[in-house]
């Protein structure tokens, strides 16, 4: 299922889930069940300005030693935060792997509530490009990575589609591609609890805004409240984000359609998805394999449910992510090397001079 030889050249197994979280369901809620021992937060906070007064907060890990290999920005999901223990552990995994990581709070998130008014979307360009410009400026020459969860490879791949020379590579992992089927997978039967989970979390986050809260969108919240996360958007996130309709937004946020038109210009991306996700369907990315879009790789995995990927050796996610990621960076100085060397681009059999 997974791309000729990638696995092989990563070395790296394919995903195998640990017991006991076996199947879909488990796999997506291990992070919640069992908290992993990662010690006390030690990013350095930094602010970045998105308009007049509003700032995005992301908290910034470095490498154990040495030169880092490039600054990985790294998005949490819907209801996530840079505290996030996923998201955390995903920077640990790749800090170890020689990077320096920003995760990144969206509009409204955990502890850069307070630095922004209202909530994020799936398409958040006009907070996260001036982010990634500002990136830009401190990788300081090095390759600038991305990396989101859920819907924050959502919100990064809509960024690259807008501008795709804001990044160097970026890999996803469960990001939905096409929010209209996302939102009918959401609202299965079985899928009622993580529905209930996500909506509060979402209300919650929505009313804590210390710059207020208007009185309808207020009273919308309120009792009985949204009853789906398509009511959420069509109340809250479109019309703020200045959607004419919840249609509107999951039409124009979804970057499936776009991948699909073609022709896209995209750095090397990394797309991987769980047949067995249980919040975002797998068919969008599965349309994507199959049109074999130039520098974008799609993996997808029997297993693994929604960012869980929980294997014998730790988070088979993470390490997969770091892997593809170093690899990039290699590729990437070999082929500036090839470039930049004299005999580059000569003739066979011919012969050049060196300078002077």
Same mark, same amino acid.
């Given at each position: 299922m997974e791309p000729p030889n990638l696995l092989r050249e990563l070395d790296l197994p394919t995903f195998r889930p640990r017991f006991p979280w076996i199947g879909g369901d488990l796999q997506t809620l291990r992070d919640t069940l069992r908290r992993d021992q990662l010690g006390p937060d030690?990013?350095?906070?930094?602010?970045?300005?998105?308009g007049p007064s509003e700032h995005l907060l992301a908290m910034q890990d470095h490498p154990p030693a040495g030169q880092p290999l490039g600054l990985v920005v790294l998005l949490h999901g819907l209801g996530g935060s840079s505290a996030r223990e996923g998201l955390r552990r995903m920077g640990q995994t790749l800090q170890g792997a020689g990077f320096a990581v920003l995760r990144l709070n969206m509009r409204g998130a955990g502890p850069g509530r307070h630095l922004a008014r209202g909530t994020y979307a799936a398409n958040s360009n006009r907070d996260l490009l001036p982010v990634l410009q500002r990136a830009r400026e401190l990788a300081r020459g090095l390759p600038l990575l991305g990396m989101g969860i859920s819907l924050g490879g959502t919100k990064l791949l809509n960024a690259l589609l807008l501008d795709p020379g804001l990044l160097?590579?970026?890999?996803?992992?469960?990001?939905?591609?096409?929010?209209?089927?996302?939102?009918?997978?959401?609202?299965?039967?079985?899928?009622?609890?993580?529905?209930? =989970?996500?909506?509060?979390?979402?209300?919650?986050?929505?009313?804590?805004?210390?710059?207020?809260?208007?009185?309808?969108?207020?009273?919308?919240?309120? @009792?009985?409240?949204?009853?789906?996360?398509?009511?959420?958007?069509?109340?809250?996130?479109?019309?703020? =984000?200045?959607?004419?309709?919840?249609?509107?937004?999951?039409?124009?946020?979804?970057?499936?359609?776009?991948?699909?038109?073609?022709?896209?210009?995209?750095?090397?991306?990394?797309?991987?998805?769980?047949?067995?996700?249980? =919040?975002?369907?797998?068919?969008?990315?599965?349309?994507?394999? @199959?049109?074999?879009?130039?520098?974008?790789?799609?993996?997808?995995?029997?297993?693994?449910?929604?960012?869980?990927?929980?294997g014998p050796g730790g988070c088979w996610g993470d390490h997969l992510t770091a892997r593809w990621l170093r690899r990039q960076v290699a590729s990437a100085s070999q082929s500036k090397a090839q470039s930049e060397s004299p005999a580059a681009g000569a003739p066979a059999g011919s012969a050049q001079s060196a300078p002077g």
């Amino acid at each position: 299922m997974e791309p000729p030889n990638l696995l092989r050249e990563l070395d790296l197994p394919t995903f195998r889930p640990r017991f006991p979280w076996i199947g879909g369901d488990l796999q997506t809620l291990r992070d919640t069940l069992r908290r992993d021992q990662l010690g006390p937060d030690g990013g350095t906070p930094i602010e970045f300005p998105i308009g007049p007064s509003e700032h995005l907060l992301a908290m910034q890990d470095h490498p154990p030693a040495g030169q880092p290999l490039g600054l990985v920005v790294l998005l949490h999901g819907l209801g996530g935060s840079s505290a996030r223990e996923g998201l955390r552990r995903m920077g640990q995994t790749l800090q170890g792997a020689g990077f320096a990581v920003l995760r990144l709070n969206m509009r409204g998130a955990g502890p850069g509530r307070h630095l922004a008014r209202g909530t994020y979307a799936a398409n958040s360009n006009r907070d996260l490009l001036p982010v990634l410009q500002r990136a830009r400026e401190l990788a300081r020459g090095l390759p600038l990575l991305g990396m989101g969860i859920s819907l924050g490879g959502t919100k990064l791949l809509n960024a690259l589609l807008l501008d795709p020379g804001l990044l160097d590579g970026l890999v996803t992992i469960s990001s939905p591609l096409d929010l209209e089927s996302c939102s009918r997978q959401i609202e299965l039967p079985r899928n009622r609890l993580y529905q209930h =989970w996500l909506l509060k979390r979402l209300v919650e986050q929505t009313l804590a805004d210390p710059f207020g809260v208007r009185p309808e969108e207020r009273s919308s919240l309120l @009792e009985p409240g949204p009853r789906t996360i398509r009511e959420f958007d069509a109340v809250i996130t479109a019309p703020r =984000w200045g959607y004419a309709s919840v249609d509107d937004y999951y039409r124009q946020a979804s970057p499936l359609a776009a991948l699909l038109q073609g022709p896209v210009d995209l750095p090397p991306c990394l797309i991987v998805h769980a047949e067995d996700d249980p =919040w975002v369907p797998v068919g969008p990315a599965r349309q994507l394999r @199959e049109v074999r879009i130039p520098g974008l790789q799609v993996l997808l995995t029997a297993q693994g449910g929604h960012n869980g990927f929980h294997g014998p050796g730790g988070c088979w996610g993470d390490h997969l992510t770091a892997r593809w990621l170093r690899r990039q960076v290699a590729s990437a100085s070999q082929s500036k090397a090839q470039s930049e060397s004299p005999a580059a681009g000569a003739p066979a059999g011919s012969a050049q001079s060196a300078p002077g």
